[in-house]
């Protein structure tokens, strides 16, 4: 969001509003962030109308409102490590994605070492030099071979085989003679676990036709002929196509065919109630996807919903909150109290939140061991909502723990490892205003990411938007401005014109415009962001209301349009109560923003309502100890400044004075700001008792 602006009306030096503390750039990008399970968090998908709050009388009945969540799967980065330096590691991630993908089917739960990968790959090179495609594909297709080795090296053998596809079809049907018209045999599944894997790659890469069609190929795959996909008495051809449906559903969302994610992962909810009942721990996995997605849809209320479904269920295994039950019983009540605490994140619920992730902290170690990733992704949980909450010496700890952690157990130049750098550049950004740390955090996390990720893969456009907002803020919008292009160019590469994300990198290069006056392209940037938003959200989605808000602060701004700016930020005010209530912090930073433009207008009755409603809102969201609580101060200090009460905005900066100084340390960019504005006031007092006026209280 944008803060308010200094308000037109000025006397004897006008002391400066303050920026919201959500920043200039947009909720869709920037910062990643991690959870158990990972996630890159980078899918929002547009949601059939339907009544807030309004509980599921089943999952049937609002599954196909949803679709699966596109979490970056351990394999991803088994396949992406470097061959020498995270060979190790790379082969214990990819044992753990093999058994998941192959229960109870004596597939080679191993990885090819470097010689064995090499010699495979030169055969492969060979038979399609010589044109040999189909007995190249078989060799891809063959479970101890193909999905035995390193993502990207299925990917570079796929692409030496321009012709495979014409053969692929007649591969897949000897395959599926092989094993059986009424039984997934383990070829078959190995085939779509390897097209899956290429998919997914190449979507990443922007190769999205040619990666739908590989999902449809792994779909019939998964499908036997007989049973028409349908659960069948067979329990191990059910927990084989529930695995395939599910990473099939995950890639088509990750590469933005969210109708194709929703179709599959529907049919996997579907089977798994037939089979195993609506309260079962593989359906109670399914809901959390489904609550994470409705989360990032802005959908909360009905995600918590879905949270509490799935907490019934993984109570019901493990009965006394992780200290009893088994190990399965404490896993699924882990990730249940994750999403939750997220989704009553995303509520404004911050301590509840908190409570809830500190809780996923003192399971972690008992479920995955002390110093173990989970255990670290805890870690980094509970600092991200410690920012939030201000509390930025105790959330660097927390990244701090969680960093040691993560690069003792995977290894210095880990993509999980990055994702904790960030967050450290985040508190050193917006915690101590120290750009420089923070920009040296930021770019760590950027060059791991450049090493171990395709040179377009989102996580990477993810980093630069944390980049750009650190430069931002260090009053660098042209450097910004760089970096949100190089972002945009990234998200629009790999997951095409219509993702949310490329909404959120085009926000932020608008406002990097903005920043340096050229009002022209950032509102055609602007109108561009929301447009896609528009396309692929809900229609009351925060983050579109955010776009339409920072819209409203380009007409203000650069073409002082304020009835434009008032119809636009009222609309956005009404979407966020819609999605979040009337009582979430990103409803006080609208009514901050409205507050300014009634200001502007010289409607200070209206104005001065709008401030003191913000600043309620944060007070008992935040506590009265918060730097939010601090900005809310600041704006309804000047706004009294500025119509002549002089008195009552000296108190009001000084209450703003007194947080910022304790919190964020008195040598922080907003505590001198917040002094420079008492000290015009107190010389405005000084003037005043000298020339023997009296100031209104």
């Not at 739960?109 to 030169?122: F, N």
């Not at 036709?209 to 590989?214: D, I, K």
């Not at 110093?371 to 660097?396: H, I, N, W």
């Not at 434009?564 to 901050?592: F, I």
């Amino acid at each position: 969001f944008e803060g308010g602006e200094t308000p037109a009306v000025a006397q004897r030096g006008a002391p400066l509003v303050q920026k919201s503390d959500e920043g200039l750039y947009d909720a869709c990008g920037g910062r990643m962030r991690d959870f158990a399970p990972p996630s890159s968090s980078f899918v929002v998908m547009k949601m059939p109308t339907r009544q807030i709050g309004a509980p599921p009388p089943s999952l049937r009945g609002v599954a196909a409102a949803h679709s699966c969540s596109s979490r970056r799967r351990a394999a991803v980065l088994g396949m992406q490590m470097d061959e020498e330096r995270g060979r190790e590691a790379a082969k214990e991630v990819q044992k753990a994605v093999l058994r998941s993908w192959s229960p109870g089917l004596q597939l080679p739960h191993s990885v090819l070492s470097v010689a064995e990968s090499t010699t495979l790959t030169k055969k492969v090179e060979t038979m399609a030099q010589g044109g040999e495609y189909k007995e190249a594909a078989a060799i891809l297709f063959d479970p101890s071979k193909g999905l035995s080795l390193p993502g990207n090296e299925q990917v570079r053998l796929w692409r030496l085989l321009p012709e495979v596809h014409k053969h692929m079809e007649e591969a897949y049907e000897a395959a599926a003679d092989a094993g059986g018209d009424d039984k997934l045999s383990p070829t078959r599944f190995a085939m779509a676990a390897v097209m899956t894997s290429v998919a997914e790659h190449l979507g990443m890469s922007g190769e999205h036709e040619e990666a739908s069609s590989l999902l449809e190929m792994a779909t019939m795959a998964l499908t036997s002929k007989g049973g028409g996909g349908k659960a069948g008495d067979d329990d191990e051809r059910l927990s084989l196509q529930s695995d395939g449906f599910r990473r099939i559903a995950q890639c088509r969302a990750a590469i933005g065919d969210y109708e194709g994610a929703r179709e599959v992962q529907m049919r996997n909810i579907l089977m798994r109630e037939d089979a195993h009942g609506e309260d079962s721990p593989q359906v109670c996995r399914d809901v959390l996807v489904m609550a994470g997605i409705a989360r990032q849809c802005g959908q909360v209320d009905e995600a918590f919903l879905l949270c509490l479904r799935a907490l019934k269920a993984a109570k019901a295994l493990c009965p006394e909150a992780g200290v009893d039950g088994g190990d399965e019983g404490r896993r699924l009540l882990c990730e249940v109290k994750a999403e939750t605490a997220w989704v009553q994140l995303d509520q404004g619920l911050l301590q509840a939140a908190l409570e809830g992730t500190q809780q996923v902290l003192r399971m972690a170690p008992l479920v995955h061991g002390e110093d173990s990733p989970a255990a670290a992704t805890a870690m980094d949980a509970v600092g991200l909502v410690m920012q939030k909450l201000g509390r930025y010496d105790e959330a660097r700890e927390q990244h701090m723990r969680a960093l040691l952690i993560k690069q003792q157990s995977l290894g210095q130049g880990h993509v999980d490892v990055a994702q904790t750098l960030s967050h450290l550049g985040a508190c050193a950004n917006d915690g101590d205003a120290d750009f420089a740390k923070g920009r040296e955090w930021h770019e760590k996390a950027l060059a791991i990411l450049q090493a171990e990720l395709p040179s377009l893969h989102p996580l990477i456009g993810s980093c630069l938007m944390s980049l750009g907002d650190c430069e931002r803020a260090a009053g660098e919008p042209m450097v910004a401005q760089e970096l949100s292009q190089q972002a945009c160019h990234i998200f629009r590469s790999s997951l095409g014109d219509k993702h949310p994300l490329l909404a959120g990198a085009l926000n932020n290069l608008a406002q990097a415009h903005r920043a340096q006056g050229r009002y022209d392209q950032a509102l055609l940037l602007m109108q561009q962001s929301v447009g896609i938003k528009e396309e692929v959200m809900s229609p009351n989605h925060p983050s579109l209301a955010t776009g339409i808000s920072n819209l409203a602060a380009i007409w203000e701004q650069g073409y002082k349009d304020l009835d434009k700016s008032l119809e636009l930020r009222k609309k956005a005010l009404e979407m966020t109560k819609k999605a979040l209530g009337d009582e979430h912090p990103q409803v006080a930073t609208h009514l901050n923003n409205l507050a300014v433009t009634h200001t502007k207008r010289g409607d200070y009755e209206a104005a001065i309502d709008l401030y003191q409603q913000a600043l309620t809102i944060d007070e008992n969201v935040y506590g009265d100890h918060h730097p939010q609580v601090a900005t809310d101060l600041n704006n309804l200090a000047t706004f009294h400044f500025h119509i002549g009460q002089w008195q009552l905005s000296r108190q009001l900066y000084e209450r703003a004075l007194s947080i910022r100084s304790s919190v964020l340390g008195a040598d922080h960019v907003k505590t001198c700001a917040t002094q420079r504005n008492l000290n015009l006031v107190l010389q405005s007092l000084e003037v005043d008792e000298q020339e023997g006026g009296e100031s209104d209280e």
